[in-house]
């Protein structure tokens, strides 16, 4: 009952409250202690640290609120951005930022089950958390069949349940994605200290980033 009461209290009061703060103040980040910078800056260290070219490619932000990495991606790395939220608010920012964007007021899950979309880069910053482990599962095993080879899922954020940070919804157990990796082939995977990389520990000093890369066709 209370894990149930945390995510509805974070998924429908905060982040309609930060999207609203985010309209007035023009800080392009839906978490109260990160910024505008703070993205962007994340998402450059990701697609040099991958090497990723995503010039004329197709990035998927799910969970993109006001599309500040999408925007960013946009303008630096030339991409196609595709972005899903569920908040009204979000999506309309998203649209005035990229006028040439796709962007869908949607369920995550449901959004992966339907669309036909190819993708080089997926972004999952913040957001898998508010699934249960189970979902995760899935979520990860639907954006496996959406990558193109060489594409890469980023999952930013990640705190495990042996964290001292309790506000997390549905954090993961140590070894998840170990064990992803191991029960398919499909998986290259490269985790680290975004307190190392991204000089963000904000949260938990000991958050990590999760980068899958795709290797085979599925």
């Given at each position: 009952?209370?894990?149930?009461?945390?995510?509805?209290?974070?998924?429908?009061?905060?982040?309609n409250?930060?999207?609203?703060?985010?309209?007035l103040?023009?800080?392009?980040?839906?978490w109260?202690?990160?910024?505008?910078?703070?993205?962007?800056?994340?998402?450059?260290?990701?697609?040099?640290?991958?090497?990723?070219?995503?010039?004329?490619?197709?990035?998927?932000?799910l969970?993109?609120?006001?599309?500040?990495?999408l925007?960013?991606?946009?303008?630096?790395?030339?991409?196609?951005?595709?972005?899903?939220?569920?908040?009204?608010l979000?999506i309309h920012q998203?649209?005035?930022?990229m006028k040439d964007?796709?962007?869908s007021?949607?369920?995550?899950i449901?959004?992966?089950?339907?669309?036909k979309?190819?993708?080089?880069?997926?972004?999952?910053y913040?957001?898998?958390?508010?699934?249960?482990?189970?979902d995760?599962?899935i979520?990860?095993?639907?954006i496996a069949?959406?990558?193109?080879?060489?594409?890469v899922?980023?999952?930013g954020?990640?705190?495990?349940?042996?964290?001292?940070?309790?506000?997390?919804?549905?954090?993961?157990?140590?070894?998840?994605?170990?064990?992803?990796?191991?029960?398919?082939?499909?998986?290259?995977?490269?985790?680290?200290?975004?307190?190392?990389?991204?000089?963000?520990?904000?949260?938990?000093?000991?958050?990590?980033?999760v980068?899958?890369?795709?290797?085979?066709?599925?």
């Amino acid at each position: 009952m209370f894990t149930r009461i945390k995510n509805f209290l974070h998924i429908t009061v905060l982040m309609n409250l930060y999207s609203l703060r985010n309209l007035l103040t023009g800080n392009g980040a839906v978490w109260l202690k990160l910024d505008t910078s703070d993205l962007e800056n994340m998402a450059q260290e990701t697609v040099e640290r991958k090497s990723l070219k995503l010039d004329g490619k197709n990035v998927l932000d799910l969970g993109c609120g006001t599309g500040t990495m999408l925007s960013y991606l946009h303008r630096k790395e030339h991409c196609i951005p595709h972005g899903v939220d569920l908040i009204r608010l979000n999506i309309h920012q998203c649209r005035k930022k990229m006028k040439d964007g796709h962007f869908s007021r949607q369920d995550i899950i449901e959004y992966l089950s339907k669309t036909k979309e190819k993708f080089d880069l997926v972004i999952l910053y913040g957001v898998i958390g508010c699934f249960t482990v189970e979902d995760q599962e899935i979520i990860i095993g639907r954006i496996a069949k959406l990558l193109n080879v060489g594409g890469v899922l980023w999952i930013g954020a990640n705190i495990y349940t042996d964290s001292v940070y309790k506000f997390q919804t549905y954090p993961v157990p140590r070894g998840f994605y170990e064990k992803i990796c191991t029960d398919s082939s499909l998986w290259e995977l490269d985790e680290f200290s975004e307190l190392e990389v991204f000089g963000n520990g904000k949260y938990d000093q000991e958050q990590t980033t999760v980068l899958l890369t795709k290797k085979i066709i599925v």
